[in-house]
């Protein structure tokens, strides 16, 4: 499945807009972030939460500051022709559950969400697959240290096996997954927790 499937269109803010403005489309749209544009370009993302501790916390006026002033800068972007499992892949790599969605390199056409990709996936439940090495304690007790995690949005057991196993050669750029790990388990995640 791809991002451009499962995505809604963004709702945009530019940088010069007030936070009170920002504050209302959030509330009015029923939305967690906007992407901050010029032009079709993202310059950020603005979030109630950005709102709420960074703009607050400086004491001033909300009517009297920007969008830019209190945005996350460098939005996480990711394409819509990615698959929703390298969109879920971002959003664990960097700890964030919005991604914007651009057109090409630039032009920012909308918005996937953690929530709406655990709602695409109703009829299987995200995976993580776990890479572990085999190592033994002081007293020579075996435990698994764990290596990386490789998160799957959708698919069977086996698929998610083999299409982490390929990502985590390449990320590891091995051969064979056996010559750094000594296995793997597969975990179901819950994508809004």
């Not at 370009?41 to 001033?60: K, Y």
């Not at 069977?156 to 064979?176: K, Y």
């Amino acid at each position: 499945m791809l991002v451009k499937e499962i995505m809604h269109a963004a709702i945009c803010v530019g940088p010069q807009d007030s936070l009170i403005a920002a504050a209302r489309k959030l509330r009015d749209k029923r939305i967690g972030c906007l992407p901050v544009c010029d032009g079709g370009r993202a310059l950020g993302v603005l979030t109630g939460r950005d709102i709420a501790v960074r703009a607050t916390a400086q004491g001033r006026n909300l009517t009297d500051m920007t969008a830019r002033e209190v945005m996350s800068v460098g939005a996480l972007c990711c394409s819509l022709d990615d698959t929703v499992e390298r969109a879920v892949q971002l959003m664990e790599q960097f700890h964030v559950r919005r991604l914007v969605v651009l057109s090409g390199e630039t032009r920012v056409v909308g918005v996937i969400s953690a929530s709406d990709i655990c709602g695409s996936l109703s009829h299987s439940r995200p995976l993580e697959v776990v890479f572990y090495k085999e190592l033994l304690d002081d007293s020579g007790h075996p435990h698994r240290s764990e290596l990386m995690r490789v998160p799957i949005a959708s698919g069977s057991r086996e698929e998610a096996a083999v299409t982490a196993i390929r990502e985590f050669e390449q990320i590891r750029h091995v051969r064979h997954w056996r010559m750094v790990a000594d296995g793997y388990e597969l975990v179901s995640v819950d994508v809004d927790s």
